[in-house]
């Protein structure tokens, strides 16, 4: 009898550890559902746009009296004309983000970009966000492309239209905007999603068309695995 009860009470330790552990473990869960929302509602900040690391990159617009300035390059800037619809920024596969040709006013600036969907994946790894700054009254229009193989220029039927209003300008997410292109490239009737840096015969472009708008920002955030 000393022993069965012995037995019982072992069992009931047991129980109690097994009870113990399960409850630690469902509030770790719990804890662990929780905290991706808690962090990710703590990051939208007032500008419209995430806290945390991120690369900067400025798209300025110059005026045409300042041609023939100095283009110093120190890897976030961006300069194309005040006022033009010529410009295209020529999009590179890197393993960072870095500007190679700071200068669009001839035409053609050159961006070093991640590749934002490795392998198969259509989730992107990155998040692109933009807003437009400067004196208010300036627009500017960014759309994603590609030359194929045979030289042909395509456009995304999709673009990005910033515009500098009076007031606080805000930050937008226009990741899908920019690192695809919906065409129609099989012609038959629909369009369908290419994504940037799939076709390795294909360089990428957004075309960049500037309505007055002095400045662009662009932040780039890598999502942390
Ligand atoms: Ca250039
Ligand atoms: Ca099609």
């Not at 509602?41 to 009296?65: C, F, Q, R």
């Not at 890897?75 to 983000?97: C, P, T, Y």
């Not at 991640?114 to 989730?123: A, E, H, Q, R, V």
């Amino acid at each position: 009898m000393k022993l069965h009860n012995h037995i019982v009470m072992k069992i009931l330790n047991q129980m109690k550890i097994y009870a113990t552990t399960a409850i630690v473990v469902l509030m770790l869960s719990v804890a662990m559902a929780v905290i991706p929302y808690a962090s990710a509602a703590k990051d939208v900040t007032g500008t419209g746009a995430p806290s945390g690391a991120h690369y900067n990159l400025n798209i300025i617009g110059i005026p045409k009296e300042k041609k023939g300035g100095t283009w110093e390059n120190n890897g976030h800037r961006i300069f194309v004309k005040l006022w033009s619809k010529d410009a295209k920024i020529m999009l590179l596969k890197g393993e960072s983000f870095n500007v190679i040709d700071s200068d669009g006013t001839d035409g053609k600036a050159t961006l070093q970009l991640m590749d934002p969907y490795p392998g198969d994946s259509t989730d992107a790894v990155y998040r692109i966000f933009v807003r437009a700054l400067g004196k208010p009254g300036g627009s500017a229009n960014m759309t994603s492309g590609f030359i194929d193989e045979l030289g042909n220029e395509w456009y995304s039927l999709e673009n990005v239209t910033l515009t500098r209003n009076k007031g606080q300008s805000k930050f937008s997410d226009k990741t899908l905007e920019l690192t695809t292109i919906f065409i129609d490239f099989d012609g038959d009737g629909a369009a369908e999603r290419y994504y940037l840096f799939d076709n390795e015969l294909w360089q990428y472009f957004w075309d960049y068309d500037n309505n007055g708008l002095k400045l662009l920002q662009i932040r780039i955030y890598v999502e942390q695995a």
